[in-house]
């Protein structure tokens, strides 16, 4: 049987590349509207304007990840057990209490924001009188009170494809307003108006969605449902806690590198920053319907101990994503310079020898992007903690010695060095897991 073959033939492939397709599809015109809006946005704003508020939209993300249980992970890791199962009483006490913790978060994340407002324009934007900008956009935390419990609801109900939907309209409006402000000399706070729009279509459409997934699944009453149905409470806190741990740790040393560049450098080195960071997480398209289709059916599988058909799901994922992302990453490094000047401008291309560093570690992080959630399932939680939370101090050590020194490619740098050492350990863990699991069962 030939390698194609192997592929066309595997039933549940095929039904996660379908799913995934119908995501990517919707992703894909997003993508295209988003490259559009940051055409207009880096020239409207130039390279200051366009780092302030990265750093502006940067906080008010990393505030509310530090409290955050990525509630979508323990939906589908729980929640879609019990669905499963048939245990509809368990899924209802769960989704209930995930809806309601990450509500209490989020509000108390946009409270942090408003009282540290001015100690992020002091030391982060650096910028007199932007106070009220970090106060602003933290409106959005409000508005996605529930997104990533929608978003965990979406996946266990074969209902993901909305989520490229809902991205899609917003995408269309963000990039209708954002247009509006390049072609009738709008300024900085139209566009911050425009991603707030935008951020906030994504948090109610996903939590829309989301209940009218409920309603039929569970019933019309199923959020009256008792915590006391739960009966693995426990488990389900440890996987909440190391998820929150885990979440503030890949946030603060991974995906908060905007803010970090503010501290050690400017807003204008944050603007060329920001422009290699948005042009390689490009990659992020098609990997990400890809995250979002596999998780539950790794942990179906994990669920089901069927080994050797996780093994084999795994090379076949991971096959596929190696072929396109090692074109992708080539593609980008070849003419990076050009994708620069059509993005962002001739002013921006101070941003290249970032973007090269950042495609080094991105590619390798998006090749082997189920490294995190096949620990989850294995019931490894605590595994991703401890590896990222080493890789993330080297990498903060090493960036007070080295951004200063040089500047944006130094900190692409240290970010690839995370993802290549956090991905790798957290990979071999996983794998090492499931071959103790299969002999345990042959013996």
Do not use: C
């Not at 939907?165 to 000399?185: C, D, E, K, V």
């Amino acid at each position: 049987m030939s390698l194609l073959s192997k592929f066309k033939n595997d039933p549940l492939f095929t039904k996660v590349m379908r799913s995934s397709g119908s995501l990517f599809s919707n992703n894909t015109i997003a993508l295209g509207l988003s490259i559009l809006q940051g055409i207009m946005a880096t020239r409207l704003l130039g390279p200051a304007g366009f780092g302030l508020i990265g750093v502006v939209m940067a906080f008010a993300s990393t505030v509310n990840s530090i409290f955050s249980f990525r509630m979508s992970e323990l939906v589908v890791r729980y929640g879609g057990e019990y669905l499963n199962k048939g245990e509809k009483e368990k899924a209802s006490a769960l989704l209930k209490g995930a809806g309601l913790t990450e509500g209490i978060v989020s509000l108390v994340a946009f409270l942090i924001v408003i009282f540290t407002a001015h100690l992020a324009e002091t030391y982060l934007a650096k910028t007199p009188d932007i106070a009220w900008m970090f106060t602003f956009f933290a409106i959005n935390l409000l508005v996605n009170f529930n997104t990533e419990t929608s978003m965990g609801i979406l996946q266990i109900t074969d209902r993901i494809k909305l989520q490229g939907t809902i991205n899609l309209i917003q995408a269309i409006i963000t990039t209708l307003i954002i247009a509006g402000a390049f072609f009738f000399n709008g300024g900085i706070t139209t566009v911050l108006i425009a991603y707030l729009i935008g951020k906030s279509i994504v948090g109610l459409g996903l939590f829309i969605a989301a209940q009218i997934q409920l309603h039929n699944k569970l019933g019309r009453g199923w959020w009256r449902t008792p915590f006391s149905a739960l009966t693995a409470r426990k488990e389900i806190f440890r996987f909440a806690f190391s998820s929150n741990i885990s979440a503030t740790i890949i946030k603060l040393f991974r995906e908060s590198e905007l803010i970090w560049v503010g501290f050690f450098l400017d807003t204008t080195a944050v603007g060329y920053y920001r422009v290699a960071y948005t042009i390689v997480h490009f990659l992020a398209i098609p990997a990400d319907p890809l995250i979002a289709t596999t998780f539950p059916e790794i942990n179906r599988l994990s669920v089901e101990k069927a080994w050797s058909k996780l093994k084999s799901f795994l090379k076949k994922v991971t096959a596929f994503s190696l072929a396109y992302n090692s074109l992708l990453g080539a593609g980008l490094i070849l003419f990076g310079q050009w994708v620069i000047r059509i993005y962002s401008g001739a002013d921006y291309l101070d941003a290249y020898p970032a973007l090269v560093a950042l495609t080094i570690g991105l590619v390798f992080n998006y090749i082997l992007f189920w490294n995190r959630p096949l620990l989850l399932a294995l019931g490894l939680p605590e595994f991703p903690v401890y590896v990222t939370l080493v890789a993330g101090i080297i990498k903060l050590a090493l960036s007070f010695w080295l951004v200063p020194m040089y500047a944006v490619v130094a900190a692409g740098g240290l970010l690839s060095f995370y993802y290549i050492a956090s991905v790798g350990l957290m990979v071999l863990r996983g794998l090492q897991k499931i071959k103790q699991n299969e002999n345990r069962t042959h013996h």
